[in-house]
T-cell receptor, first 113, second 111 residues
């Protein structure tokens, strides 16, 4: 059974650009959530999608957005990149609302120059 | 929201030693979990332990919900145990799933 797949693994962008990150959940999982990890702020919740609907959103500016497709794959977009957006972005999928069936991908390391 | 504090922030062990990692919460917990972040960045779900004690091989975890803390025990540590350990309180309901993480304990096991 394939795990949670995030692409790309590494990304380098410059300030002002926009970026799209992709997450393919485990087959059958309908909940996909996103987290940002930085050395200064640690792991912070971005948003969560279930059956193409955003159910919850963390305390991030509107430059951070996401969506989920009918096959449960999810994308997150960051517009007008800032240096502080450099981070590891992690995606997690779960089967319905089950904490014991929560699995993370290996993340996308975004560097903003 | 709930605040999660972990201690110690850093830990260096010799292979074979035992260790205890602690997680304190500012409020009651209902969905306490422990994760291990491997060198490739992936978070591995170790335990879902809202209360009581669970064991999985050399790892065990105990949560005392009434006193708002949880402990992760690592016995006979191995170099492959190195990485960062996180505890987190989860919310899982129709309003959405989300985790609130502690700052982590960075563990280095030396051969």
């Amino acid at each position: 059974k394939a795990g949670v797949t995030q692409t790309p693994r590494y990304l380098i962008k410059t300030r002002g650009q926009q970026v799209t990150l992709s997450c393919s959940p485990i087959s059958g999982h309908r909940s996909v959530s996103w987290y940002q990890q930085t050395p200064g702020q640690g792991l912070q919740f971005l948003f969560e999608y279930f059956s193409e609907t955003q159910r919850n959103k963390g305390n991030f500016p509107g430059r951070f957005s996401g969506r989920q497709f009918s096959n449960s794959r999810s994308e997150m977009n960051v517009s007008t990149l800032e240096l502080g957006d450099s981070a590891l972005y992690l995606c997690a999928s779960s089967y319905r609302d089950s904490p014991e069936k929560l699995f993370f991908g290996s993340g996308t390391q975004l560097s903003v120059l | 929201g709930i605040q999660v504090e972990q201690s110690p922030p850093d830990l260096i062990l010799q292979e074979g030693a035992n260790s205890t990692l602690r997680c304190n919460f500012s409020d009651s917990v209902n969905n306490l979990q422990w994760f291990h972040q491997n060198p490739w960045g992936q978070l591995i779900n170790l335990f879902y332990i809202p209360s009581g004690t669970k064991q999985n091989g050399r790892l065990s975890a105990t949560t005392v919900a009434t006193e708002r803390y949880s402990l992760l025990y690592i016995s006979s540590s191995q170099t492959t145990d190195s990485g960062v350990y996180f505890c987190a309180e989860g919310t899982y309901n129709n309003a959405g799933n989300m985790l609130t993480f502690g700052g982590g304990t960075r563990l280095m096991v030396k051969p």
